[in-house]
């Protein structure tokens, strides 16, 4: 079967963004199609080398804890993540363009599109490395193999490491009055453990320089197979399981739009906090 060489479109643009792709027309000389091409590659050549994010950590340690974004939005930026929701109201995981919330009893569940998020981090995954890992290790010496897999720890990683693990412990925050931080919600967060439980951990590997964005070093989250239980990981210990790891160079930082966002003092550090409640 051959494919078409050029696929020639027929679009139908707002009125306002005609104008300024003819004002941009006019300011760099290139043709229409010239910045169209230009425009898709950026949106879709690029993808899935981007990680996406919402809000900063420390926005959330500072409790401008509102949702912003909502799911729709953020399954453009991605289809594989972590975050939360309004009101810190439980742990988000997103895996193959689903997004479950696991809230305060442990129990997972789907989400609805008009759902909206404080803080996530998203990318479209796709596996640049993967491994198959069957040896009892517990978290940190599985870490220490996704280290490896790691050629820089000077940008983000995408994690997916799916399969058996003996034992999984994980917490959830529960949902919290307006304006409490992280640090707090995380005081009295419910933990849950899993024995013998199929099923995948979400996680970002963020560079050290990067704090107060997001968590620098490793963030998991976990959901079990049946996707109906989960949360942020605290422990765990493997059984068999395929780490798969997505090299993201690229990434883009969406700031909301909330009062609490934009008048937070995001000048503290809260490295030594962080450090605590999410490990
Ligand atoms: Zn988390």
Partial sequence: ?????????????PAALARQLGARRK????SLSAIIVQALERLLGDEDQT???????NALMEGASTGDMTMGELKTHGDFGLGTFDGLDGEMIELDGKVFQVRADGHAHPVEDSTRTPFATVSFFKADESARLDRPYGQAEMLATVATMLPSQNIFHALRIEGRFDYVKTRAVAKQDKSVGLEQAAREEPVFEFHDVEGTIVGFFTPD??????VPGYHLHFITADRSAGGHMLDCRVADVTIKIHHTPEFELGTPGTEEFLKADLSRDHTAAIAKIER
């Fill in 51 to 57: 990680v996406f994010q919402t809000s900063t950590v």
């Fill in 1 to 13: 079967m051959t494919r078409p060489q050029h696929l020639t479109l027929r679009v139908h643009l």
């Fill in 209 to 214: 320089y990067l704090r107060g964005v997001n």
């Fill in 27 to 30: 300011q760099t000389g290139q």
